[in-house]
């Protein structure tokens, strides 16, 4: 990657003491973050709650996502997901130190995302779409400084005794992302573990096709412990390997034309095999890593690479992910693609646990009787 003439720092993991520079800086009082946050969680319930009652079916990372640091395996079992997700990129560190790229104000993408994939079993009589699944993800953002800001300055940052970073114009605006992928499944030991497809990423941000593939979920340790009900304990691993080609949209006005990306995964939890051999975590704690030859390029046409870590935590229908660029730059990065985070709930899950929930007093009585 070409960096820039002056040290990166400030980054949530480390800075330096060196005097900033004189930056144009928004720093919004508390009265409009506290309400910005406001602003976003109600329609995020409306939308969660209309959720439930579309058709069942699951969820993809958005872009930008993929190329900010999260991890961007298919789905491996059909299921239905709603929530938010946060990208933050940042010109400058809280030094004043300029990310060597294009894009030169501050970007706050806050997607509202539906995701929905399917596994499918047979077409009709035919099992032409045996072992394949589709998935379909949109998004909205109401594109702006909160609340990305406050957790990147407000949280980390005075946890760590860092610098804020500052905002540089940064954009207002509603953004859209429309992702559609196909995946080709292949079994192992009766479960979906290798896949291979392709997919795209259209809207305000970027245009993008892309060619994946990889194994996701393959146990590789012994079962601890053991349930019928709830799955076994172990240890998975995961690897993905990614091409695609990139164009411009409103928001990014010059991105590479092709991009390469490599994510290995571990992940310890409970896991459950259906009949149709799809894998579902009961719990799981996920750790990715990811090296990303990049979509932003500098005034000579360079890409800036990227290295970034994904931490995610599951626990029934709930799933909670960030991503952090600190790979590799552990006390230097605070610039580019920052960071990101997303929480989704799976409604199909949590309707089948209500559903489970209401039908238990009935059963009960019938047994008593």
Not at 24 to 49: H, K
Not at 235 to 248: E, F, H, K, L, P
Not at 302 to 318: D, E
Request: glycine share 10%; net charge positive.
């Amino acid at each position: 990657m070409v960096r820039p003439s002056h040290a990166a720092t400030g980054h949530v993991f480390g800075g330096r003491t060196d005097r900033p520079k004189a930056v144009r800086v928004f720093y919004p009082r508390r009265g409009t973050t506290q309400w910005t946050i406001a602003s976003l969680l109600v329609p995020l319930g409306m939308f969660l709650l209309g959720g439930m009652v579309t058709t069942p079916a699951w969820g993809e990372s958005p872009a930008p996502s993929v190329h900010w640091g999260s991890m961007a395996f298919p789905d491996q079992y059909s299921t239905l997901t709603g929530g938010l997700t946060l990208n933050r990129f940042t010109p400058i560190d809280g030094l004043g130190n300029k990310y060597d790229s294009t894009v030169g104000n501050t970007l706050g993408f806050n997607l509202i995302t539906l995701s929905w994939t399917k596994h499918w079993d047979y077409s009709g009589t035919s099992w032409l779409w045996k072992n394949w699944s589709t998935n379909f993800t949109v998004g909205i953002s109401p594109t702006g400084d909160e609340p990305s800001q406050y957790f990147q300055n407000k949280v980390v940052h005075q946890l760590r005794h860092l610098p804020p970073v500052p905002s540089v114009d940064p954009r207002k605006e509603t953004d859209l992302t429309i992702d559609g992928s196909i995946t080709r499944w292949v079994s192992l030991f009766d479960r979906k573990v290798l896949f291979a497809g392709g997919g795209f990423s259209v809207g305000t941000l970027y245009q993008q096709g892309f060619l994946r593939a990889g194994v996701r979920r393959l146990q590789i340790t012994p079962s601890v412990w053991c349930s019928e009900k709830w799955g076994d304990i172990n240890v998975r691993a995961s690897a993905m390997g990614r091409i695609s080609y990139q164009d411009n949209g409103s928001t990014l006005h010059a991105v590479r034309n092709t991009a390469g990306l490599v994510q290995p995964s571990i992940a310890i939890g409970q896991y459950r095999t259906t009949e149709n051999g799809e894998t579902i975590p009961t719990w799981e704690i996920e750790l990715a890593l990811m090296w990303d030859s990049g979509i932003f390029v500098n005034t000579t046409g360079q890409s800036q690479k990227q290295f970034a870590w994904a931490l995610a935590a599951s626990a029934g229908p709930v799933r909670f992910e960030t991503w952090n660029d600190s790979m590799g730059h552990f006390s230097e990065r605070d610039f580019g693609p920052t960071y990101g985070a997303t929480v989704t709930l799976d409604v199909l899950r949590m309707w089948n646990i209500i559903q489970d929930f209401r039908s238990k007093p009935t059963n009960e009585q019938s047994a008593s009787s």
